[in-house]
């Protein structure tokens, strides 16, 4: 683990001039911690059986009755260690499933504000549906994504419940139901985690760890979104080209994604991403949904097109630079076009702040002392957004990528390493018993 030499140095050189290591002054294990770890071991296979039955429940974001299925488990477990539980159903005009809180309000140490979501991103539709297993690896959709993270908040708790120093904690158990598309605006739909982020001091997220247990995440990039719309002047498509008609709508998108990817492509950590297109003489997209359908002839020039893509950033100033650039292109209309972009606000990025190099010194201790060793400052270019983005701004200090270890999420070969459940519920539960002390 390597030290920056601050918070507000240039974005070229985050993550990359980290020079000096940290110190880790960690207090050795003691015997509560030993009974800890012990707990959690105790409970691995308990996990594994867990996580098959939460990931064999489809809880796509469009599907809210899996989502308050999922919910309902982890309301049952966390409510049998003593949290006060709430289930929060959102407005019906967001269209999406609801959140889930759960708290338990003791007397010692800091307010531990624990961040997972209970949807994945494979809806009832796809192919990729059941949990299986091949040795120490687990498939299935979300067993990376988060349903492995979730687990490891709810089993890392169990431990300290186990070692009977669960009752004098403060925390907040946060899990919502729309993390992978989340309702808009998110002002409304993230309102509760703000508040649980403005009542806590110390964030922890628990999506999947990247690469293998040695890395750490203080920092995500954060994400907002895009809408292009063009309209064109319809015609015969002998005519196109020509002074009175011109290039039509499909063009002239055409030329505005050519021009984002030759002007604004390549600036560290920016990435921006058309995600779904429609052009033809008629469109009809909901991009609550994310579908639409185009209808179009090719002897008839195209008279309208959409694209929805969004923009990823490590800071506001990055955000806004980009929306300029992004902006100028589109105003260069083709003859006979006219365009407009639009932008909307979705998830805030957390910035590596010295708290979050703080809280990280804490949580590597806890590894070696643990027998897990050094962590590695994970590049944020290697993390998408995130829901602790949102309490980033209001919390001591946050720190991510708490889940166990898993590969190619989003896809239908998502799996996680199984033995990384029971490392990680360790770890954390270490961690949250020092913070708490």
């Known amino acids: 683990m390597r030290e920056r030499s601050g918070n507000r140095i240039a974005l070229a050189l985050l993550f990359v001039c980290l020079l000096a290591a940290l110190p880790t002054q960690a207090a050795s294990t003691d015997a509560t911690e030993a009974r800890i770890v012990e707990a959690v071991e105790t409970r691995s296979a308990e996990a594994i059986t867990a996580l098959e039955e939460l990931v064999n429940i489809n809880s796509g974001t469009m599907n809210p009755e899996g989502i308050r299925l999922v919910g309902a488990f982890f309301e049952r477990e966390l409510a049998a260690l003593g949290f006060t539980t709430r289930w929060i159903d959102q407005p019906p005009e967001l269209e999406r499933g609801g959140h889930l809180f759960a708290e338990v309000d003791g007397d010692r140490g800091k307010r531990i504000l624990m961040i997972g ?225 639009s932008f909307e606000d979705g998830y805030p990025a957390m910035f590596p702040t010295q708290g979050n190099y703080d809280l990280l010194a804490q949580f590597e201790g806890v590894s070696r002392d643990l027998g897990f060793g050094e962590l590695e400052v994970l590049d944020p270019g290697e993390r998408g957004a995130a829901d602790i983005s949102f309490v980033a701004a209001d919390v001591e200090a946050g720190l991510a990528g708490l889940g166990p270890v898993g590969w190619k999420g989003h896809t239908v070969d998502e799996h996680i390493d199984l033995t990384t459940l029971s490392v990680n519920a360790k770890r954390v539960a270490v961690l949250i018993y020092r913070l708490t002390r």
């Open 117 to 341: 979501h209970l949807d994945t991103v494979f809806e009832p539709d796809s192919p990729f549906q059941r949990f299986r297993r091949e040795g120490d690896i687990g498939y299935g959709p979300g067993a990376e994504d988060m349903k492995g993270g979730n687990l490891v908040i709810l089993f890392a708790l169990k431990a300290l419940r186990d070692a009977g120093v669960l009752d004098s904690t403060r925390i907040i158990v946060a899990l919502t139901g729309d993390e992978e598309n989340p309702g808009k605006p998110v002002a409304v739909s993230r309102q509760d985690l703000v508040e649980a982020g403005r009542r806590s001091d110390i964030a922890l997220g628990f999506e999947a760890g990247v690469r293998d247990i040695h890395t750490a995440t203080i920092a995500r990039r954060g994400a907002s979104f895009w809408t292009l719309r063009v309209t064109a002047k319809p015609a015969h498509s002998s005519a196109i080209f020509d002074d009175s008609n011109g290039a039509g709508a499909i063009f002239e998108t055409s030329r505005i994604l050519d021009a984002f990817y030759a002007q604004i492509r390549g600036e560290q950590y920016l990435t921006f991403n058309p995600g779904v297109i429609l052009g033809g003489s008629s469109i009809d997209y909901d991009p609550q949904a994310n579908r639409g359908t185009a209808f179009g002839k090719t002897n008839v020039i195209a008279e309208t097109a959409v694209v929805h893509g969004d923009l990823r950033f490590l800071s506001e100033e990055q955000k806004e630079s980009a929306r300029e650039r992004m902006r100028a292109i589109v105003a260069l209309s083709l003859p006979g076009a006219e365009a407009e972009i």
